[in-house]
């Protein structure tokens, strides 16, 4: 309470103003009295200060004291007004209660004694209504402010009352399939909640209007088409305009438990897959194996979870793998995308043939955040690689021999002729060392170098033989390319000779080496010269067989092509047993396509614009390429 009110008199009867501030004075100091003769002045003093009443005569020079009155409810008022008459009169009466004015006052003989208290009482009336105003303010402020809160909410808001829905902002209007909030407004809170669920709700509910809250669970609802989402939801128990009511609070987490499903099936499917799978997560510091599936850990033989936590040294190589291991440590950490294959230290220290295929996992942002990897064991694939091929060149070796037989025969005259030289000058020797000629050691010396040119000349055709024949491990060398074709048209010689071709090479005369076993390769070019003679058997004139070498991006290119009648189109040429010659076996095209992709290169054929034309390529030698263990390294990888 103020220490002081200020009494605002509007009165025109001077002695009855001061009867009245006489009144106030007398009892209480409590009471700052100010007169007025007037509206106008009275307007004046309100517009210096507002006095905490006013006592207003309703008869004034100017007006009546109803004027002063300008709302319909005392707590529109800014100050109390009490309305003052000298005549009692119930129609001025009600007109100026229903104006506004707190109190109507007679002027009887105790009036002005009793008008102190009537003016305490007034004011405490007015107190009331101020604060009854005060708080209705605020409960709209904050019911306006609650409203606000619940509309802008960015989660779905339902609010019901008697177990039915109040209050429903837009997000739940959205998330339960409404048009408007309408269509909720009014429904019984179960027809949201699906049947199997209702008792289990009942008893929260319960809860909420007893006053307890609720945590959050995950249900479901349905929403008004009928549909059933999953949904978090929480509840509140608050007061609805005088009413009980329960605040709910849901979000829809139908796409996040379908989302967790789809993560629970894809982490069974990595934990059962057959190979081996591991996630390693990028960091500044040192990337660590955040996740390795059983069947890794069964691969490398480690205990289950005994991978997480590990640095990349984990992984162990084959020394001969080393650079491998490495490049594939630094493509883990540095995120990108790459596969390598090498030995991995197995289960009992042993090493491994696997495949390990790496691939960055992303952010919104696209950085490399993880680094999944997927290890495949192709021991079993490289221990049936490694029967095939045996097996291959145990065919390969039965081709050639098969081969051999058709040329020994051309062979053996090749080879008479040197005899039959070196037993000319032989005999040529033994004649000069029984005469007496001057020149006789000029010309036995003449003839003993010829003798050691001829026996070289039949050495050199057996070398070519025995090396044709020969059943040994296959071994990459380094070759020139004009030797590969030079020697393996020698050895056919003398077919080519009998079926009466000529052979035209287009060979540059600088050309990069190739690393391959030459025998192999000998074997195809001898099958494919062989081939190309016998198809021109039958073509009248000139028989020509052009071999080529050049050298396109990182390989050689050789070529064969003859200018006989061609392939038939509808025949797989290179498919094991179909041949198109007569007694052929149909092998040695099969075999010169393994030959040549265990070297890295391919083989095929090609239109031309008369005859056949096979061509085929092998990688250039690399400078610095480990020769010895070149072919490992392909059989791995082709």
């Not at 007015?126 to 303010?137: F, G, P, S, T, V």
């Not at 904050?142 to 609010?159: G, K, M, T």
């Not at 605040?247 to 499903?261: H, N, P, Y």
């Not at 992303?362 to 049936?384: C, F, L, M, P, Y």
Request: charged share 25%; net charge negative.
């Amino acid at each position: 309470m103020p220490d002081e009110y200020r009494i605002l008199i509007i009165e025109d009867e001077r002695s009855h103003a001061i009867l009245m501030s006489r009144a106030f004075n007398t009892f209480s100091t409590q009471f700052e009295v100010v007169i007025a003769a007037s509206l106008a002045e009275a307007r004046a003093e309100i517009a210096q200060r507002c006095p905490d009443l006013a006592l207003v005569d309703n008869m004034l020079p100017d007006g009546r004291g109803v004027e002063m009155l300008s709302h319909r409810r005392p707590e529109d008022q800014q100050f109390p007004i009490v309305v003052m008459t000298s005549y009692g009169d119930e129609r001025t009466a009600v007109e100026a209660l229903k104006r506004g004015a707190i109190d109507y006052v007679v002027k009887t003989e105790h009036f002005f004694s009793e008008l102190p208290r009537i003016a305490e009482r007034a004011i405490r009336q007015w107190q009331l209504i101020c604060d009854k105003r005060d708080a209705e303010l605020a409960l709209r402020n904050s019911e306006r402010r609650y409203r606000a809160l619940v509309d802008n909410s960015p989660v779905p808001i339902l609010v019901h009352s008697m177990e039915k829905v109040v209050l429903a902002n837009e997000k739940a209007v959205e998330c339960l399939g409404a048009n408007t909030d309408s269509d909720l407004i009014g429904r019984p809170i179960e027809d949201f909640i699906v049947p199997d669920e209702r008792e289990f709700v009942r008893g929260r509910i319960a809860l909420l209007y007893a006053g307890q809250s609720t945590m959050a669970v995950e249900q479901h609802m349905q929403r008004v088409d009928g549909g059933i989402i999953d949904v978090s939801v929480a509840g509140t128990p608050i007061d609805y305009h005088g009413n009980p009511a329960c605040q709910i609070v849901f979000l829809d987490i139908t796409e996040r438990k379908r989302a967790e499903l789809a993560l629970r099936v894809r982490d069974r499917a990595i934990a059962s897959a057959t190979n081996g799978v591991f996630i390693v997560g990028l960091s500044e510091i040192e990337p660590q194996i955040v996740y390795g599936n059983p069947a890794l850990e069964a691969m490398l033989g480690v205990a289950p979870g005994k991978l997480e936590g590990e640095s990349l040294d984990f992984f162990l190589a084959d020394p001969r793998e080393a650079e491998q291991l490495r490049q594939l440590q630094s493509g883990l950490r540095r995120g990108i995308a790459m596969q390598e294959t090498l030995r991995l230290a197995r289960a009992g220290g042993e090493f491994g043939w696997c495949e390990i295929s790496i691939a960055p996992v992303r952010d919104e942002k696209g950085i490399a955040t993880h680094v999944v990897g997927v290890v495949n064991d192709i021991s079993e694939k490289i221990r049936a690689d490694d029967e095939l091929r045996r097996r291959n060149m145990e065919l390969a070796h039965v081709a050639r021999l098969s081969t051999l037989g058709e040329i020994v025969a051309g062979i053996a005259h090749e080879v008479n002729q040197p005899l039959y030289a070196i037993s000319n000058y032989g005999s040529t020797c033994a004649n000069l060392l029984k005469s007496e000629r001057e020149d006789r050691e000029q010309n036995i010396a003449h003839c003993i170098g010829r003798i050691v040119d001829q026996a070289t000349r039949a050495g050199e055709i057996i070398r070519r033989l025995r090396n044709f024949a020969s059943r040994t491990e296959p071994k990459l060398e380094n070759r020139e390319v004009r030797e590969l074709i030079h020697d393996s048209v020698e050895l056919i010689a003398p077919m080519i000779r009998d079926n009466d071709v000529f052979v035209r090479y287009d060979v540059p005369e600088h050309m990069p080496t190739v690393d391959v076993d030459a025998i192999q390769i000998q074997q195809v070019l001898i099958n494919l010269i062989t081939n190309a003679c016998e198809a021109m058997k039958s073509v009248p004139g000139h028989r020509i067989v052009y071999v080529s070498a050049q050298v396109k991006e990182e390989m050689i290119e050789f070529g064969v092509r003859d200018s006989g009648p061609g392939l038939p189109g509808e025949v797989d040429i290179f498919e094991a047993f179909r041949t198109t010659k007569d007694g052929g076996m149909g092998m040695g095209l099969a075999i010169s396509r393994s030959i040549i992709e265990l070297h890295g290169g391919k083989i095929w054929c090609q239109p031309s614009s008369e005859g056949a034309e096979f061509r085929f390529t092998l990688p250039i030698a690399t400078e610095g390429t480990e020769v010895e263990n070149a072919l490992d390294t392909n059989r791995v990888h082709h």
